[in-house]
């Protein structure tokens, strides 16, 4: 399953950002979204639930790359498929940093973070008007 965000406002942006294709991947903080939550990384081939702010599925997706980097190191290239409209990679840091901060993450420079890959494979066709 991947739940994007925190439930609300922002679950609901993230997944509309994917379902629209602007949104081929997301990041996620090692020690906080996996080491504390005894999940294990994803894997290429994996496919996921996405699911919803009401916890419904929407879309399946499947993983297509995933890279571990020093939060320092997370590379342009990544922000920009998070399709969230960063500017800068330092855009990406101060609202990834200010996020993980929030949730209680630990963030330095050296912080691993995992830069997760997917493309959609399968999303319910809106119906007709």
């Not at 903080?29 to 639930?49: F, K, Q, S």
């Not at 101060?94 to 691993?112: C, F, I, K, N």
Request: overall charge negative; aromatic content about 8%; glycine content about 8%.
């Amino acid at each position: 399953m991947l739940e994007l965000g925190t439930p609300g406002e922002l679950r609901t942006r993230l997944t509309d950002l994917v379902l629209s294709g602007a949104k081929t991947a997301t990041a996620g903080l090692l020690t906080l979204d996996y080491e504390a939550e005894g999940e294990e990384l994803e894997h290429v081939g994996e496919r996921l639930a996405l699911v919803d702010d009401a916890g419904d599925r929407v879309a399946d997706v499947e993983v297509t790359r995933v890279d571990l980097h020093p939060f320092a190191a997370v590379p342009w290239e990544f922000a920009q498929a998070e399709g969230e409209g960063f500017t800068s990679i330092q855009h990406w840091r101060d609202a990834h940093r200010r996020y993980w901060l929030a949730q209680g993450g630990q963030v330095d420079d050296t912080a691993t973070v995992v830069c997760l890959w997917f493309h959609v494979t399968d999303a319910p066709t809106p119906a007709p008007e």
